[in-house]
């Protein structure tokens, strides 16, 4: 039997997603993309917008993250996020939507003192992880947007 190891994910409001039996986890850092496996070495380290990717018996899950915390033991990950949602839990069009409000605040603003400018450059690279995410994953079969969540 291959090795597993114990898996979730939570937001300040709701665990996003658990599971006892993950094979590994994909996920984005400051540092680059990792793959976490049974029996890693313990880490503790900054989350980045992005795509995470878990695989449980030979199906991957898709999150898009917005930043937060992982910590890793040789038999348990952690992810702590700011934002987080599954792919299909997200609305392409109001993603996009959101990506192009917060695209344009960021160019009306760049040079009012009054305005939180990495503040904007986060609501937009966390628009643009879901975006990535959503668009990847639409062509794979079994995939339906906002289908409900396990």
Do not use: C, W
């Amino acid at each position: 039997m291959a090795k597993t190891i114990k898996f979730q994910i939570a937001t300040p409001e709701r665990v996003v997603f658990s599971a006892s039996a993950v094979e590994s986890i994909t996920l984005p850092t400051e540092m680059g993309e990792i793959t976490i496996l049974p029996d890693h070495l313990p880490l503790v380290a900054n989350l980045v917008p992005g795509e995470m990717i878990v695989r449980i018996g030979g199906e991957e899950i898709f999150l898009a993250v917005s930043g937060g915390f992982i910590e890793v033991s040789p038999s348990k990950v952690t992810v702590l996020a700011d934002t987080a949602e599954r792919a299909e839990e997200i609305d392409e069009k109001r993603a996009e939507e959101a990506r192009v409000r917060a695209r344009q605040l960021m160019q009306q603003q760049r040079t009012a003192e009054s305005t939180d400018y990495a503040a904007l450059a986060a609501k937009l690279e966390k628009e643009l992880a879901r975006l990535k995410v959503v668009r990847k994953r639409r062509t794979k079969p079994n995939f339906t947007p906002n289908q409900q969540t396990l």
